[in-house]
């Protein structure tokens, strides 16, 4: 339950609803039949609904109202009969009136002790009875009262009956007729018979019983899942359905928001580069949870999730243009449409007020017809009655919240006959009884589907609606209306169905494009009006409580709710929906819906248990379209290669649909019970036969077709269906219809399906006859499964596949059986399960012909061994051998490799024996210890007869039974026959100290014993009784002793004797006993006087009579007969009230009932009443606080005639004399409202009204005394209503008598017009009222003709005129209105005078004229063409000023007038154009706000500016010590203007120049004298010289190419100070100073770089010369000549310095050093280029060469590298290193320099951040040779021959020591070349 939220509608009025005179009404809506069924048709509604198809078909819907009762009876539980009876007092005895509360009435306490009555319980309470009627006629009051008053006596007094009767017929009765009225037609119209039918039963008002454990009515409705879009009837039956309250309103009408809104649609298309490969590739359809296929995958263009094209509903065959979004996204914002579930519960009661809530707010107080209802309903969904927001407990599962029908299940109300509640129960009718109906194809449902197979409640308010829809497969429906207002249908024939979407679709086309199965969520409702004007035909209902609709397949039905109701609805689906049923499954299919139940399941299933003959053509069809369908798509799969097959799993319950659940299609989501296409790649996926392509992107020879039946099988359905139809069925020649056979390319060649079985067949025939192969049987069965799925022509393929299967599974069962018996031979111990010797019997037996297996002898000599030991197990068990025989056999049996089922028997048999030995030792061995149980023994007695072994045991455990058998029957033969007690007892004394345990003694034993105890207690009881007086407990022991005795089964001696003897005394006791208790209880509390009597008799036959409390009760018994009678007498002969109080208090002393007592006491009652009643009118009234309740005369009558029926005698003469005042002033009264009348018959006024007033205001007064009179009274008189009413229309004539002595205002006529309509009707017809009225009328008329300056219409001449001579036939005499009237039409006559002579002499007229001329005739004028030419003149003018100023004021807060703002934008163009004269630097004017203040002047410009004027200009401060302005300081920098300086040049709020050009060009022929006009022509000149001057400077400093700024500069400055001062805007100044502006910051840029002496980025160079070339630069511009001569030098050098920096060392030094130097002088940043240079120009080792990337290592103290080539180091690097010029050495003595262990390794071979790298082989070497010498060595040395290596070039020597110095390793690191080529 919820509310929704409004959104606009687009629908037309209703039918059947009154219009304005703007819009023309549409044409009603025709209504649909109504059919009645006979007592014969009702007996199978079926059978019915098909014999009025033919007619009601083409309606869609009908109506049939039943006349008896099918839903619950009326209400039994208090709060739903309490809520029926409120609606019963609000529809028939109206609203409440004045002064009476609202709600239900008060039970009245008519209880003797006070109690409230239960109205509920006494209205069932008689209806059991037959009602009132029959209550009466049967007399059974008595009985009712019984039923409703828990504590009323035996006997009812008459009066209680009395009583109880008349509250019934005053608070039920008309609820009872209420009840059992029959409902009527629509509106109470009879049909065209004139007769109508009526429902002769209530209608029910309760959901649930009384037994139920809630109850809507008063319970809670649940709100869980309502979906809010109905989402219908789930296979898993939802059960928590939500009472969904939709909201209405304008959501009623065509709901949702405008998708057109989001723009045109497209699929959302992205480049995907390498690093979002992964991330598309994720992307899985929301639909089928499948990432594959994503060429298909449509993506929504708001929340990224993705659908592919096929999975859509419905599906697409293309990518649609624009974007895209998916059903979730456009209904997700806050403007979606759709119902709105509420999640809290709600009450029924709550629910009810707010109906009435909404009631009130749209209708009031009045009941509406149905026929505004309607009206109001569509007035709210088109939008113009405003919003609405409105609940409905909607699809609520009965199996939830109960049925509104009897169920079998449901407990039976105590006031409902069960002969009743079972009929109803039972009956076709009970819409819980529908779906199962004989003849529905729904009966083999099994599944409790919500709203199909259980029926759904609706809690209905007014204007809560159903929106269109069809049902759930194309279903029928039946919807019953159980109680409420009524529920308004609209239908539309399902033939018309398709036209009906079409209308659908072009009316909302924005709707339907959004959401293309928008009709399948209910929530869109178009106006039948809309429909009928397209053609579609539509057809109402209005469902009356009682009457049952009727929608049929396809059609397309809505409504709404007129009020508070409670229906039920169920679908149901005899064999004519078949197909339709087809249809809806392809509607499903192709919007991609879940269905409620499988199509497919529910044919077969109902053509395999068989329908009526008369439903068989319509199966048949629909059976010959599945297997064709069916048979087309196998063969189609087969076609594209699809050969794998599999059986799917047979149902446990196949003639029932629902047993178990079917998967569905991932792609259209239909269940798949006829056959399905599943992929190893998606286990748990699977797609129907037409998708098969969108499973996956497996190629087809992995997919596998499941079925469930073969096509043999589906076509044998059909030609059984046919031939059950008459048909003759040959061949199934109409399964053949043309069919090619399917055929496929196999190996370059096209065979057919039957030339590839054939082939099969004869390989697999190969297969079966050749020695068996495991991979040739599975190879073939796997091939096989492409055929196994065929018609008939496939029957052979099948066998051979089962014969393949059967000798597969036997051959590989022999081989098993054999490995297993030699697993048990090689390892006895471990084998844990033996071959069973019936398996392998059963093997040899069924030996397979075509099979060869070598290992069948070996199998056949184990079954010859078994049978053999099988033999001689079964004789040693035969022939009662002993138990260590039997031991050794099953030793041996053991040891057998088989198992064989006598090897457990024989096991068991041992086991049995030795246990059964072991249990008789033992009891043997008890027998010589002691007691032997008895139960024991026999059960090993039972089990001696089983034994199949000899042992002495047995004799001996035979001969001990029979001794404890023979015990046993002596023991039972006392049992049976009661012993005496004394035999009894020597009988079991001579068997004490009995070994065995036998329960039949144990119970003689205590039989014996409670004999004894019985007897001794009798005796004590009996001869202490007399003593006793506790007669209570007496009754009770003796009770219990007579209970005992009778229980007792033995005979003895007590008082000589038998025991059973003296039960009669004990009893006789028994009953002397109860009947002195009565007698005590009689004496102590009050008894009827009958049950007294029947003491005293049941005493007088015990004779105890004689007995004190005896006595005492007769004594007691005479004075109550007395009293009854002298009661009696006074009843029958009337007494007073004193009389009857005293014999009432006689009546206290005497303790019995007394029948009579209770009627007095009602006379007492009712006398008190009686007189309590006459106090209201006897005594004094005085003011009280608080509403006065008013007196009735005929009450005061009723209570003076009451006594004369009464028994009390009472007096009334009081009462008298207070009727006749009554009376005497009723009299006067009357007199004076003859006398009223008689004044007010007068027609004629006359020429003065003071003597009529005169006489109205005489009256008045009496009037009012007379009122005054009747009010203290006290009595609710109707003349005294007469007499106010007569009063309020004195006071009215009063005030309208004195208009005519004043001009009244209108507010006091109207007034008194409205005053009018309320005064009484008798009263207001009469001639002086009518006079006055008119007289009132034509005052108004005359007030609303003076002409004044407030009035926004003024009234015309002639109207005056008019209302002036219609004064003449007024009656009544208004002098001072005419005279005023007549002065009016004099002022305007002088006004229309001047008019003409201003307008006849041009040269005379002025806007000032003109103003003076409107203002007179504004207060004097009349409605004339003469006033409309002057206010359309001055419109015109002011609507002039209103453009000027929109134009002028941009800024809203601007409230200066016209003028002023003129005056201002003149002045700041007179400031602009000081700013190119030259006094204006002399003057030292500000060049912002040209004031004459001191201010600072331009260092630059030489222009002054105050400090305040210029702070918002500048947002970056100056650094300098003098002034330069915020324009040059901008242009000096070459940047982009500051934001102040932006802003101020930008238009803001300045009026633009070309705007104030068209002001003055429409102001053309304006009259002289508007000095606006004139000021804006001249600023509008001077503002065209300024852009003239302006635009040419420009023009001259953008045409200039040279090498000063300063020429650009200085026009700049003037244009952006002249632009920034005026007041006005142009946008061609704006746009030429913006692009000089621009030209000059570039040219500013490059003159900062040729004089500036910083270098830049060639990144920089680059941007600035192509930015020339954007800006269009000419190419003999100066600066554009040296940026393209800067990039062009820098981009030649870069190319060297690259070249240079990476050739090894090829290049000379000095060119290198050179190549240094002009890269210094460049005027671009090219540091990266030189330090790559400088690095170049680096020598290392003796050599002398710059790196060259050869392996090196650096000298340990002084840092110096070596190549390993130059200094002949070979194999690793060593760990410690110093060159020769750090240690030099003479000889051949070698340096030997261990490393320090603390210090780095600085030779690592591999090349860090600080070393050079080898090469790659001298890498491998060096590696190699580190891991062969590293366990060798702990330290490594390095020995070189220095005078070796000195003497090969000693001038090479002195220069490396020359040029040695000590280096940082870091200063040799490499790095890339970072350059621009």
Request: some cysteine; hydrophobic content about 35%; aromatic content about 8%.
């Amino acid at each position: 339950m919820g509310k929704g939220r409004s959104l606009p509608a687009t629908t037309a009025s209703p039918s059947g609803c009154s219009f304005g005179s703007d819009a023309p009404a549409p044409a009603p809506v025709p209504e649909a039949p109504v059919f009645r069924p006979t007592e014969e048709e009702f007996a199978d509604p079926l059978a019915y609904v098909a014999r009025i198809r033919p007619v009601a078909e083409r309606y869609g819907i009908c109506r049939i109202p039943i006349h008896r009762l099918l839903a619950r009876p009326a209400p039994a539980d208090p709060d739903t009969f309490l809520l029926d009876y409120a609606r019963f007092l609000k529809a028939y005895r109206g609203p409440p009136g004045r002064g009476r509360k609202k709600g239900l009435p008060k039970s009245p306490a008519a209880l003797s002790d006070g109690r409230p009555l239960d109205l509920c319980r006494l209205f069932h309470a008689v209806k059991r009875f037959g009602g009132y009627d029959g209550a009466c006629e049967g007399r059974r009051w008595d009985d009712v009262v019984r039923l409703v008053d828990d504590r009323a006596p035996r006997h009812v007094p008459e009066c209680a009956k009395h009583v109880l009767a008349q509250l019934y017929h005053e608070h039920l009765y008309e609820y009872e007729k209420f009840t059992n009225k029959p409902v009527s037609s629509q509106d109470g119209k009879q049909e065209e018979s004139g007769k109508v039918d009526l429902d002769d039963q209530p209608s029910v008002s309760g959901l649930k019983d009384e037994g139920r454990s809630q109850s809507v009515s008063g319970g809670e409705m649940d709100a869980a899942e309502v979906s809010g879009v109905r989402s219908r009837k789930r296979r898993d039956a939802i059960n928590k359905k939500a009472i969904g309250m939709a909201s209405h309103g304008n959501s009623n009408g065509i709901t949702g928001k405008n998708a057109a809104s989001a723009g045109p649609r497209k699929r959302k298309s992205r480049k995907v580069d390498d690093a979002e490969t992964n991330k598309v590739d994720d992307q899985v359809c929301e639909q089928c949870d499948s990432g594959l296929h994503g060429d298909a995958m449509l993506l929504c263009d708001r929340c990224d999730k993705g659908w592919h094209l096929y999975c859509l509903s419905p599906p697409l065959e293309s990518v649609p243009p624009g974007n895209w979004y998916c059903s979730d996204c456009m209904n997700s914002d806050s403007d979606c449409f759709g119902f709105v579930e509420r999640r809290k519960t709600c009450l029924l009661d709550a629910f009810q007020r707010f109906d009435e809530k909404v009631k009130r707010r749209w209708f009031g107080q009045r009941r509406p017809s149905r026929v505004q209802v309607e009206k109001q309903f569509w007035e709210i969904v088109e939008g113009r009655a405003g919003e609405l927001e409105v609940m409905y407990g909607s699809d609520m599962d009965t199996s939830v919240y109960g049925s509104g029908f009897p169920r079998l299940g449901d407990p039976v109300p105590p006031s409902v006959d069960l002969e009743m509640w079972q009929k109803y129960c039972s009956s076709p009718w009970n819409l819980n009884n529908f779906p199962n109906l004989p003849g529905s194809v729904l009966r083999t449902v099994q599944d409790k589907i919500a709203g199909v197979m259980v029926p759904w409640l609706y809690i209905g308010m007014l204007f809560s609606s159903f929106c269109w829809h069809v049902e759930d497969h194309c279903f029928y429906s039946i919807n019953y209306l159980h109680w409420g207002e009524p529920k308004c249908w609209y239908g539309v024939p399902g033939a018309e169905a398709n036209a009906f979407e079409l209308v659908m679709r072009n009316t909302l086309p924005d709707l339907f494009d959004a959401q293309p199965d928008l009709l399948f969520h209910l929530v869109t409702m178009l106006n039948p009006s809309v429909l009928q004007a397209n053609g579609v035909p539509v057809y109402s209902v209005m469902q009356e409580p009682g009457n049952f609709v009727i929608t049929f397949p396809r059609s397309y039905h809505g409504g709404f709710n007129l009020g508070l109701n409670c229906a039920e609805a169920v679908n149901f689906a005899p064999a004519d929906w078949l197909p339709h049923g087809g249809i809806g499954a392809e509607l499903y299919r192709m919007y991609r819906k879940a269905p409620v139940l499988s199509h497919e399941e529910l044919l077969y299933v109902v053509a395999k248990n068989g329908v009526r003959s008369e439903s068989l053509s319509y199966l048949k069809g629909e059976i010959e379209r599945l297997f064709l369908k069916e048979k087309k798509c196998r063969e189609e799969l087969w076609t594209n290669g699809i050969v794998k097959s599999s059986l799917m799993p047979a149902r446990s319950n196949p003639n029932y649909i629902g047993s178990e659940e079917d998967p569905m299609c991932v792609i259209c989501r239909q269940y798949l019970y006829l056959s399905a296409v599943s992929c190893n790649c998606r286990p748990s996926s699977y797609v129907c036969l037409e998708h098969w392509k969108h499973l996956c992107e497996c190629s087809p020879e992995k997919h596998r077709l499941l079925y469930r039946h073969t096509l043999a099988e589906l076509g044998d359905l059909a030609c059984e269906v046919k031939a059950l139809s008459g048909e003759n069925v040959k061949q199934r020649p109409f399964l053949l219809n043309d069919i090619p056979a399917p055929s496929k390319k196999v190996k370059d060649r096209y065979i057919s399906y039957a030339q590839l079985a054939e082939d099969w067949l004869s390989e697999s025939d190969r297969i079966l006859h050749m020695p068996f192969l495991d991979t040739a049987y599975s190879t073939a069965l796997e091939a096989s499964g492409q055929f196994l799925w065929g018609d008939h022509d496939m029957d052979s393929v099948r066998n051979m596949a089962l014969k393949l299967t059967e000798a597969k599974k036997w051959v590989l069962s022999v081989r098993n059986c054999i490995s297993r018996i030699d697993e048990f031979l090689l390892c006895k111990h471990k084998c844990s399960e033996k071959v069973k010797y019936v398996e392998i019997e059963k093997l040899v037996a069924i030996r397979c012909k075509s099979s060869c297996e070598p290992g069948l002898p070996q199998l056949q000599a184990y079954v010859e061994k078994g049978k053999m030991m099988i033999s001689e197990i079964n004789i040693a068990l035969s022939s009662r051998s002993t138990v260590e025989h039997l031991e050794t056999l099953y030793s041996r049996a053991s040891e057998f490799p088989i198992e064989l089922t006598e090897t457990s028997t024989l096991c068991c048999e041992i086991s049995f024996a030795k246990s059964w030995l072991k249990k008789t030792c033992d009891l043997l061995e008890q027998n010589r210890a002691g007691t032997i149980d008895i139960d024991l023994l026999n059960t090993l007695k039972l089990e001696m007869v089983q034994l199949r072994v000899v042992a002495p045991e047995i004799e001996l455990l035979s001969n001990l039974w029979k001794e404890a058998e023979s015990l046993r029957k002596r023991c039972q033969s006392y049992l049976q026959d009661s012993p005496v007690l004394k035999e009894l007892g020597s009988f079991l004394l001579a068997l004490d100290g009995t070994k065995f345990s036998i329960p039949e003694l144990n119970l003689l034993k205590q039989h014996y014993s409670g004999a004894c105890c019985w007897a001794s207690l009798v005796n004590g009881i009996l001869r202490k009784l007399f003593e006793r007086n506790d007669y209570h407990n007496i009754v009770e022991e003796l009770a219990g002793i007579v209970r005992d005795g009778k229980s007792l089964r033995v005979k003895g001696m007590l008082f000589k004797t038998s025991v059973l003897d003296e039960l009669p005394i004990v009893e006789k006791e028994l009953r002397r006993s109860f009947c002195r208790k009565q007698a005590c209880e009689a004496l102590a509390t009050q008894m009827s006087m009958d049950f007294i009597e029947e003491i005293l008799t049941q005493a007088s036959i015990l004779t105890i009579e004689e007995e004190l409390p005896f006595v005492d009760l007769s004594q007691l018994l005479k004075n109550a007969t007395a009293w009854e009678q002298k009661a009696r007498l006074m009843l029958e002969q009337s007494a007073s009230l004193s009389e009857f109080e005293d014999h009432i208090r006689c009546a206290e002393d005497i303790q019995a009932i007394l029948p009579s007592a209770q009627n007095m006491k009602a006379q007492i009652v009712v006398a008190r009443s009686w007189m309590d009643k006459c106090q209201a009118y006897l005594s004094p009234r005085c003011d009280e606080l608080g509403p006065v309740v008013l007196l009735k005369v005929d009450d005061l009558k009723d209570l003076i005639c009451r006594p004369a029926s009464m028994e009390v005698i009472l007096d009334t003469s009081a009462l008298n004399s207070v009727l006749s005042k009554v009376e005497k002033w009723e009299h006067n009264s009357l007199s004076l409202l003859i006398n009223l009348r008689t004044l007010l018959h007068l027609n004629v006024v006359g020429s003065t009204v003071d003597p009529l007033e005169r006489n109205l205001e005489e009256l008045q007064n009496k009037i009012s005394a007379a009122i005054e009179s009747g009010l203290s009274l006290g009595f609710e008189l109707k003349v005294l209503n007469e007499l106010k009413d007569c009063l309020l229309t004195v006071g009215w004539m009063l005030r309208a008598l004195s208009f005519c002595s004043r001009i009244p205002l209108l507010e006091d006529v109207d007034r008194a017009i409205e005053e009018a309509v309320n005064l009484p009707a008798s009263l207001l017809n009469c001639p002086l009222a009518t006079l006055l009225m008119s007289g009132l009328s034509w005052l108004r008329k005359a007030l609303v003709l003076l002409p004044e300056s407030e009035k926004s219409v003024k009234p015309k001449l002639e109207n005056a005129e008019n209302i002036l001579a219609e004064h003449q036939k007024i009656a009544v005499p208004y002098s001072i209105m005419t005279a005023e009237l007549e002065d009016a039409i004099s002022k305007h006559k002088s006004w229309t005078e001047q008019c003409h002579a201003f307008f006849m002499l041009p040269d005379y007229q002025s806007w000032a004229g003109l103003l003076r001329l409107r203002d007179r005739g504004q207060s004097v004028a009349f409605d004339c063409c003469e006033m409309d030419r002057v206010v359309l003149d001055i419109k015109k003018i002011d609507g002039w000023f209103n453009q000027c100023r929109c134009t002028l004021s941009a800024d809203v807060n601007d409230n200066g007038s016209l003028l002023s703002i003129l005056q201002k934008i003149s002045r700041s163009l007179d400031n602009a154009s000081m700013l190119y004269a030259e006094d204006c630097k002399k003057k030292e004017f500000c060049v912002i706000c040209s004031c004459d203040v001191v201010a600072s002047r331009c260092v630059i410009c030489q222009d002054w500016y105050h400090s305040s004027c210029v702070e918002s200009l500048l947002a970056s401060k100056q650094t300098t010590s003098e002034y330069i302005c915020p324009f040059c300081f901008s242009l000096e920098g070459g940047d982009p203007l500051e934001k102040g300086i932006q802003e101020r040049i930008s238009k803001g709020n300045r009026p633009a120049l070309s705007a104030l050009t068209e002001l003055v060009s429409s102001a053309k022929g304006f009259y002289k004298g508007i000095e606006e006009l004139d000021l804006l022509e001249e600023i509008t000149k001077k503002g065209c010289d300024l852009k003239s001057y302006l635009m040419q400077i420009l023009h001259d400093a953008d045409s200039y190419d040279g090498e000063d700024l300063s020429v650009m500069c200085k026009p700049l400055v003037v244009a952006l100070k002249a632009t920034s001062a005026a007041g006005l805007y142009d946008q061609q100044i704006n746009n030429t100073i913006e692009v000089v502006l621009s030209r000059y910051s570039w040219k500013k840029h490059i003159h900062n770089i040729l004089c500036g002496g910083r270098q830049t980025s060639i990144q920089h160079v680059m941007r600035l010369d192509k930015e020339g070339s954007n800006l269009e630069i000419s190419g003999e511009d100066f600066f554009k000549l040296e940026i393209c001569k800067i990039k062009e030098t820098s981009q030649q050098w870069l190319a060297k310095a690259e070249k240079a920096a990476f050739d090894c060392g090829e290049l000379p030094l000095d060119l290198v050093y050179g190549l240094i130097t002009e890269g210094e002088n460049l005027s671009v940043d090219v540091e990266k280029e030189l330090k790559l240079l400088r690095d170049r120009s680096i020598l290392y080792c003796i050599c002398r060469k710059p790196y060259d990337n050869r392996a090196m290592i650096a000298c340990d103290q002084c840092d110096e590298w070596y190549h390993f080539d130059c200094i002949n180091v070979c194999g690793p690097p060593p760990e410690t290193f110093h060159c020769p010029a750090c240690r030099p050495n003479n000889g051949e003595v070698f340096i030997l320099l261990p490393r320090p262990a603390s210090e780095e390794d600085r030779a690592s071979i591999e090349a860090g951040p600080h070393t050079p790298p080898a090469s790659c082989d001298e890498l491998e070497t060096v590696e190699a040779n580190k891991c062969s010498n590293s366990n060798s060595r702990e330290k490594s040395q390095v020995r070189v021959d220095l005078v070796k290596l000195l003497r090969q070039d000693s001038e090479l020597d002195n220069m490396w020591r020359e040029n040695k110095k000590v280096l940082h390793r870091t200063a040799r690191r490499r790095s890339n070349f970072v350059g621009l080529l």
